[in-house]
Each structure stands twice: as structure tokens, then as C-alpha cells.
């Protein structure tokens, strides 16, 4: 087999493998906790993330802490945080007259 004949397989079979990768198991590009965020909204409240708002992340004594409000699909809100070493959101409804 030529060298031609060989890399064009091995293009081939990358780009079969990269094709059949699930969404699910892909990464995206926002951070780790957003991602983890995400995953616990859909579980705990049926809700698959439309966008994120006030994303927040630093620093509290020696511990990192996240916030950010998220909008749903169905136009629910929600306020989420989480402290390390907790492991994960804390959330809550997010109400007209407290948003």
C-alpha cells in the first residue's frame, strides 16, 4: 500500500471516529462547573439550559465559590451556587419579583 493510499484511510477512520462521538460525552467550551450545572438542572428540575446569566466565580477565604442565574428553555429561572468542597448547586426558583 502506498503512503497516498494510507493516509487517506487513516483520514477516512478519524473522521468516521470523530462523527460517531456522542453529544453527550463531548465537552463544551464553557467551564468545568457550568457543565456540572447544566447536568444537575436537567436531573433535579427538568430543565435544559437555555443560557447562563451573572456567571460568577472566586474566591471565599480558601474556598472557590460559583454562582449564576440560568434561563430554560420553557422560560424558567433559576439562581444557582455552589461553595467548595460542596459538591453540588444549590437552586432556587427564580421568582418576577426576586429576579
Do not use: H
Amino acid at each position: 500500500m502506498t503512503n497516498i493510499v494510507r493516509s487517506a484511510a487513516l483520514c477516512a477512520t478519524l473522521a468516521w471516529s470523530v462523527a460517531g462521538v456522542s453529544p453527550l460525552l463531548a465537552q463544551s467550551s464553557d467551564p468545568a462547573w457550568l457543565d456540572d450545572l447544566r447536568r444537575q438542572l436537567a436531573v433535579d428540575e427538568a430543565c435544559e439550559v437555555n443560557y447562563f446569566l451573572n456567571m460568577r466565580e472566586g474566591r471565599l477565604g480558601a474556598n472557590t465559590y460559583y454562582e449564576a442565574r440560568v434561563q430554560c428553555v420553557d422560560g424558567r429561572m433559576f439562581d444557582a451556587s455552589r461553595t467548595e468542597p460542596e459538591k453540588t448547586f444549590m437552586i432556587r426558583p427564580c421568582g418576577m419579583a426576586v429576579c
